[in-house]
């Protein structure tokens, strides 16, 4: 079947990698794609977001199966624009419709969801300009840390968590008064902070059925300790060591099936995957957030060490027959460490030349783009470099040894992935 990846980061080029193996996939093209997609599949200039250049794209291709990386077309609807549109409802699609992508698109709906189903997460209340008083009053009666998120996408950014009251309330009228996030901070969720360790949970579900992905731990900042600014993630392994079978099975029992069993109970229908972002608290799980996709650079971890054809995997999901599907995974830990532009995530520079990128070697571009001379940086994130190894230590380790030998100016890199575990 010919299929379109939908997006241009390291997830994308990680699925179209995968994709490209199956002997189901006669075609394989990626909107817009990058340097990295470009050699298993043809990209094409569309941006994630133009619904009618993806339909002329899905219909001049024959596009049989479409998967949607990004979370923005998602929550703009982009599976229901399909449905509704009669050339285009019999094409499949994983990712979510927007009742469903709420679980993302709003931090509010997402533990309203939650908190009607029994789920474990943070306490918390939610706040708008009207209620900016109210809002000042619950900062006041909580603990700091205080935990304030923006109701509504943006870009990975909208959360804040200060010590001092006095800067929580001015950030809060920050948020909902002068639109710092813009109007996804129309609304306020405040939350109690928790402390713990977090990890990635992935989920595939045909609306009834569901397998459960491989978990990973990703780390978000910046510089080596877990210090810094917060990015869009510098490095992750899968499996997570400090996940036994007891663990697991609690999230499992408290929060993957009541997810799953809550969508159908609240007559949402999802088809795609669910990412839960948790937390371990002493020795129980919590939910952080909800995400529609999968996660990055989770994905360049845990697609590697699926070694089911995702094609069939994925037209199970399309015909609700994922019921059929066992998933068979590699013992073996992967690692991953992402390369960055200088400066990133602040401001940062682009176009720099990338030398030394190696063949047959997991190399997964996030912000690349390809000249007539070769491979260019054209983003913050730039590479994320995988690598499989007996443990997470091996892992990382081959991982930063085929690192060492890729270089562009101004490259930076954790080097520290896994130090925690």
Same mark, same amino acid.
């Given at each position: 079947?010919?299929?379109?990846?939908?997006?241009?980061?390291?997830?994308?080029?990680?699925?179209?990698?995968?994709?490209?193996?199956?002997?189901?996939?006669?075609?394989?093209?990626?909107?817009?794609?990058?340097?990295?997609?470009?050699?298993?599949?043809?990209? %094409?200039?569309?941006?994630?977001?133009?619904?009618?250049?993806?339909?002329?794209?899905?219909?001049?291709?024959?596009?049989?199966?479409?998967?949607?990386?990004?979370?923005?077309?998602?929550?703009?609807?982009?599976?229901?624009?399909?449905?509704?549109d009669p050339d285009l409802k019999t094409v499949g699609i994983i990712g979510p419709q927007a009742a469903a992508a709420s679980l993302e698109g709003s931090k509010a709906f997402a533990k309203a969801f939650m908190k009607r189903h029994d789920i474990p997460t943070a306490a918390y209340a939610e706040f708008t300009s009207e209620t900016i008083a109210e809002g000042e009053?619950?900062?006041?009666?909580?603990?700091?840390?205080?935990?304030?998120?923006?109701?509504?996408?943006?870009? =990975?950014? $909208?959360?804040?968590?200060?010590?001092?009251?006095?800067?929580?309330?001015?950030?809060?009228?920050?948020?909902?008064?002068?639109?710092? !996030?813009?109007?996804?901070?129309?609304?306020?969720?405040?939350?109690?902070?928790?402390? $713990?360790?977090?990890?990635?949970?992935?989920?595939?579900?045909?609306?009834?059925?569901?397998?459960?992905?491989?978990?990973?731990?990703?780390? /978000?900042?910046?510089?080596? $300790?877990?210090?810094?600014?917060?990015?869009?993630?510098? =490095?992750?392994?899968?499996?997570?060591? !400090?996940?036994?079978?007891?663990?697991?099975?609690?999230?499992?029992?408290?929060?993957?099936?009541?997810?799953?069993?809550?969508?159908?109970?609240?007559?949402?229908?999802?088809? $795609?995957?669910?990412?839960?972002?948790?937390?371990?608290?002493?020795?129980?799980? /919590?939910?952080?957030?909800?995400?529609?996709?999968?996660?990055?650079?989770?994905?360049?971890?845990?697609?590697?060490?699926?070694?089911?054809?995702?094609?069939?995997?994925?037209?199970?999901?399309?015909?609700?027959?994922?019921?059929?599907?066992?998933?068979?995974?590699?013992?073996?830990?992967?690692?991953?460490?992402?390369?960055?532009?200088?400066?990133?995530?602040?401001? +940062?520079?682009?176009?720099?030349?990338?030398?030394?990128?190696?063949?047959?070697?997991?190399?997964?571009?996030?912000?690349?783009?390809?000249?007539?001379?070769?491979? +260019?940086?054209?983003?913050?994130?730039? %590479?994320?470099?995988?690598?499989?190894?007996?443990?997470?230590?091996?892992?990382?380790?081959?991982?930063?040894?085929?690192?060492?030998?890729?270089?562009?100016?101004?490259?930076? +890199?954790?080097?520290?992935?896994?130090?925690?575990?």
């Open positions: 079947m010919n299929i379109l990846v939908i997006g241009g980061g390291g997830r994308e080029h990680t699925l179209c990698w995968k994709l490209s193996k199956s002997n189901e996939c006669s075609a394989l093209f990626a909107a817009p794609g990058n340097a990295g997609t470009a050699s298993c599949a043809t990209n %094409l200039p569309i941006g994630v977001s133009d619904f009618g250049a993806i339909k002329k794209a899905v219909l001049e291709n024959e596009i049989q199966l479409v998967i949607v990386g990004p979370e923005e077309p998602l929550v703009l609807g982009i599976h229901d624009y399909f449905l509704n009053a619950f900062l006041e009666q909580s603990q700091p840390p205080y935990v304030l998120k923006a109701d509504g996408l943006a870009a =990975g950014k $909208g959360v804040l968590i200060l010590e001092d009251l006095i800067e929580a309330k001015k950030e809060l009228r920050e948020m909902l008064l002068k639109n710092k !996030f813009g109007k996804a901070s129309n609304k306020v969720v405040i939350e109690e902070f928790l402390s $713990g360790i977090e990890l990635s949970c992935f989920v595939l579900t045909d609306g009834i059925n569901y397998v459960t992905l491989p978990m990973a731990k990703d780390y /978000k900042r910046i510089g080596e $300790g877990d210090t810094g600014l917060n990015t869009g993630g510098m =490095g992750a392994v899968s499996p997570v060591p !400090f996940v036994d079978q007891e663990f697991e099975d609690k999230i499992a029992d408290q929060i993957v099936k009541p997810t799953i069993h809550g969508l159908k109970k609240d007559g949402i229908p999802y088809q $795609g995957f669910v990412f839960i972002g948790l937390i371990k608290v002493g020795n129980q799980p /919590k939910v952080i957030e909800y995400n529609v996709r999968l996660g990055d650079p989770e994905t360049e971890v845990v697609l590697p060490r699926i070694q089911n054809d995702l094609v069939t995997v994925f037209q199970a999901v399309t015909e609700g027959r994922l019921d059929e599907i066992k998933l068979e995974i590699t013992p073996e830990t992967a690692a991953t460490v992402m390369a960055v532009s200088k400066g990133y995530p602040e401001a +940062y520079e682009k176009g720099k030349r990338i030398e030394g990128l190696p063949e047959n070697k997991m190399v997964f571009h996030a912000g690349t783009t390809l000249r007539e001379d070769g491979v +260019y940086t054209s983003g913050g994130r730039v %590479l994320a470099v995988t690598s499989f190894g007996q443990d997470f230590q091996s892992a990382v380790k081959s991982a930063y040894n085929t690192l060492a030998k890729i270089h562009f100016e101004g490259i930076n +890199y954790r080097k520290d992935i896994g130090f925690d575990l």
